[in-house]
């Protein structure tokens, strides 16, 4: 079974710095893609970033832009998320999914598109 593990949340500062890991195992697969998702209280559940294992492509949301920088370790199925100059806003639980096949990461892939979720890991940005 396909199995996403998401850690690395926390509680910082507005301004620090946290780095997100999501470890995805068992599958064989080669082409999927992996996104961050976050959801705060009350709202709906918003793509934040995601990384394409085909082509290495990746997609930012634009209030991350600039801030937050997606990575990946194909030989390990490892993703991070290394989130930077955060923001009271960024407070979430952060979620990482997977999808099968190559995707055009031109284009946003909603939640409802992703095969695959792990559990969250709470990130609180406090000013």
């Given amino acids: 079974d396909v199995q996403l593990q998401a850690s690395g949340g926390g509680s910082v ?3 620090g710095s946290l780095r997100l890991s999501c ?39 634009d209030s991350v832009k600039g801030r937050f920088t997606i990575s990946s370790d194909s030989a390990k199925h490892m993703v991070y998320l290394q989130m930077n100059a955060l923001k009271p806003e960024d407070t979430a639980i952060y979620f990482c999914a ?3 096949g190559s995707w055009n990461l031109l284009d946003y892939i ?18």
């Fill in 98 to 100: 997977l999808v099968r």
């Fill in 13 to 15: 500062q507005t301004g």
């Fill in 23 to 61: 470890a995805a195992s068992g599958f064989t697969f080669d082409d999927y893609v992996i996104g961050w998702f976050r959801q705060a209280p009350g709202k709906e559940r918003e793509g934040v970033s995601a990384i394409s294992r085909a082509d290495g492509s990746t997609y930012y949301a």
């Fill in 110 to 127: 909603p939640p409802y598109a992703y095969d695959y979720w792990g559990q969250g890991t709470q990130v609180t940005v406090s000013s």
